[in-house]
């Protein structure tokens, strides 16, 4: 292979060139938000080549699949089987549920929540990086996608979209070191943020006081409070709870509950839409009239109606 530094009337002088090159486009990339266009048109181009290098690891799926025996694909069919009739089962005991809560809610007058709409998606390729949990998936401005969405996968949440370009979407998992998010105990309520810790296996729970309520096996939901994660969804699951005698914060490590290295297929959500508020005359209040207050042509509860001039 040919050098490519070794050459030239002036030694060194085409390396001087990249570094400088590659300093500059640095420096804009950080001062300048125009270069997330640039970004995005080059995450454009190079979407074909993400695809032809998805498709040996397509073409292996599609071969063990094609080249599995009958007894591994009559086991697998018996365990889909289960898993179909132990999910049916908690969907019905989730329909009561459902229907109960729905009762309560109406009772208390609390608005009903809507479900959030999504699509799904597919996994392209992952960062290479150790240090970076990124990776691509093959949903794009065309899709809908848009910065800020979250995504999730079969157990729960994953990450949320990091950069968008036409065809592919770049997401930032729960498990990268610069990623927070607010979550809650679902036991209790109790709120607290939790942020990655570079492992896959393992997150942060933030600033715990040391005679919080929290406990090994509860599970961390999004609280919904930034207003980016809807709330309810799974994040983690606490593992270990070290109270330090003397500080005033414990030390507490959660496990995603999301299978962040082995799954291929999300889901991305998009925000509820807003409840239509019906055209009624019941809705129209007189900003001027305060509560209790009655008009003259209103009766008030337990009196009779005056009409005439007779009446004394």
């Known amino acids: 292979m040919k050098p490519?530094?070794?050459?030239?009337?002036?030694?060194?002088?085409?390396?001087?060139?990249?570094?400088?090159?590659?300093?500059?486009?640095?420096?804009?990339?950080?001062?300048?938000?125009?270069?997330?266009?640039?970004?995005?048109?080059?995450?454009?181009?190079?979407?074909?080549?993400?695809?032809?290098?998805?498709?040996?690891?397509?073409?292996?799926?599609?071969?063990?699949?094609?080249l599995s025996d009958q007894r591994a694909l009559v086991e697998e069919n018996q365990r889909l089987r289960e898993q179909i009739l132990h999910l049916s089962h908690r969907v019905q005991h989730m329909s009561s549920l459902t229907a109960e809560n729905v009762r309560l809610r109406e009772l208390l007058g609390a608005a009903a929540r809507k479900e959030s709409p999504y699509i799904t998606a597919e996994l392209l390729s992952l960062d290479p990086d150790p240090f970076n949990h990124q990776m691509v998936i093959d949903r794009g401005r065309r899709n809908g996608v848009y910065v800020g969405q979250p995504v999730l996968d079969a157990s729960g949440l994953v990450g949320q979209v990091t950069a968008v370009s036409a065809y592919s979407s770049r997401v930032l998992m729960v498990a990268d070191a610069s990623h927070a998010l607010p979550v809650q105990i679902n036991r209790n309520d109790l709120r607290f943020i939790l942020q990655g810790s570079g492992h896959y296996d393992e997150l942060r729970v933030l600033h715990v006081p040391d005679t919080a309520d929290i406990r090994k096996g509860d599970l961390l939901v999004t609280s919904g409070l930034a207003g980016r994660f809807p709330a309810g969804y799974p994040v983690a699951r606490i593992t270990e709870v070290v109270h330090d005698p003397g500080q005033p914060f414990a030390r507490v490590t959660a496990a995603p509950v999301a299978l962040l290295q082995r799954s291929r297929h999300f889901l991305l959500l998009f925000p509820p839409e807003p409840m239509a508020v019906p055209d009624d005359e019941s809705w129209d209040i007189d900003p001027d009239r305060l509560p209790g207050e009655q008009t003259s042509t209103e009766q008030a509860p337990g009196t009779d109606a005056v009409h005439g001039e007779g009446a004394d």
Do not use: N
């Not at 009337?9 to 060139?17: A, D, L, Q, S």
């Not at 001062?31 to 080059?42: C, G, P, S």
């Open 4 to 66: 490519l530094f070794s050459h030239g009337p002036v030694p060194g002088y085409r390396m001087f060139v990249c570094v400088l090159a590659a300093s500059v486009l640095m420096f804009a990339d950080h001062r300048f938000t125009r270069m997330e266009e640039v970004r995005a048109q080059l995450s454009t181009v190079v979407a074909p080549i993400q695809w032809l290098v998805a498709v040996p690891s397509d073409v292996l799926a599609w071969g063990s699949l094609a």
